[in-house]
């Protein structure tokens, strides 16, 4: 499991090139799969069907994002410094110092024009990032390059750090999710989609195409257990979150309760999550069509948006356990 989501965590996606993540996923989904397919805004939809004999089964829509946030190139000076903007979330207390990697292969450091002030938080637009180049001839990007931070996954015994832990450890519990599962009297489709960082755009169209019944996100959720940290009640390590409510959306009350339930049956540690900023892809399937019963496992995560996401192993095997045992049964709601 950790060596697939340092594998996950290393390669390059920032929202609409998440290709290379979704060749990663494909090889390992593709022999547990009973059909697989990409749509035109490259989500890679995973269906596995219900076992043979399954009465009525519910269509169920699981999604996690294959995107990143990122940077794009804006404009190259004389000198070969390429100036940038943001490609969803990328804020600047985390960006100056980073080591950036460009679709071609380029890397460049991210440096800042002179301030007074060092410990004021310095706009992107006082950014630039440097690549080695001496002049805009020879500097190897391009305006409309795409780039995302450039950091290696690290082990802090049970606490794990990489970027894009945001969504590849959603995207590993998916994976693993449909790993265990044996048999289903459910129709389930994993959903990897593409575009979240930037607005919630992949999942949508992936949702109206599949036209679920219930939907559920797996994502990453914002922790209130550091120093100073805003007031909020989810923490690393004591499972997965079932989400109340983030600015996005309110959860379905009765798949709150079937996780719930699902979670105090199994004796699965679980948290109550209501989310203070941030949003998902259940945001977009849950007013598809004519609406979806929606909501989310989250995975509580440390630093999110920054190249050093911070999660732990043991919330990622629970989240498993927990979708795992919602998904081996028939699901009824009164
Ligand atoms: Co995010
Ligand atoms: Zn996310």
Redesign the pocket.
């Known amino acids: 499991m950790k060596q697939l989501l340092k594998t996950l965590t290393e390669t390059f996606g920032p929202s609409g090139f998440e290709d290379e993540v979704r060749k990663v996923i494909l090889k390992e989904v593709k022999p547990l799969a009973d059909e697989v397919r990409v749509d035109v805004l490259g989500n890679l939809i995973v269906r596995k069907k219900p076992a043979k004999g399954a009465k009525d089964p519910k269509r169920i829509l699981l999604a996690a ?1 294959m995107d990143e946030i990122g940077v794009i190139a804006s404009h190259i000076d004389k000198r070969g410094f390429v100036r940038f903007t943001n490609v969803g979330g990328t804020f600047g207390k985390y960006t100056l110092g980073a080591r950036v990697r460009f679709m071609n292969g380029v890397t460049g450091i991210v440096g800042y024009d002179r301030f007074e002030n060092v410990d004021s938080t310095i706009p992107l637009n006082k950014m630039y990032i440097d690549v080695g180049a001496t002049n805009k001839k020879d500097c190897p990007v391009k305006v409309g390059d795409f780039g995302a931070f450039e950091r290696s996954f690290m082990e802090m015994g049970d606490r794990l750090v990489a970027k894009s832990m ?2 590849r450890s959603g995207v590993l519990v998916l994976i693993e999710t449909l790993r265990s599962i044996k048999s289903t009297p459910n129709d389930l489709y994993f959903v990897f989609t593409t575009q ?2 930037v607005g919630v755009r992949g999942a949508g169209p992936a949702a109206y195409g599949i036209d679920p019944d219930i939907g559920i996100a797996v ?2 959720t914002a922790t209130g257990d550091t120093p100073a940290s805003i007031k909020m009640v989810m923490e690393l390590g004591k499972g997965p979150c079932v989400k109340f409510r983030d600015p996005g959306m309110l959860s379905d009350p009765r798949v709150v309760d079937w996780m719930i339930q699902t979670a105090e049956k199994a004796k699965i540690p679980y948290q109550r999550e209501v989310l203070l900023f941030g949003g ?1 892809d259940a945001r977009a399937i849950q007013v598809t069509r004519a609406g979806v019963m929606a909501g989310v496992i989250s995975v509580p995560c440390r630093y999110v948006h920054s190249a050093s996401e911070m999660v732990d192993l043991n919330d990622l095997k629970n989240s498993v356990k927990l979708l795992t045992a919602m998904l081996s049964k028939a699901v009824s709601f009164s």
């Open positions: 994002h945001d969504d979240e960082e994502d990453v998902t």
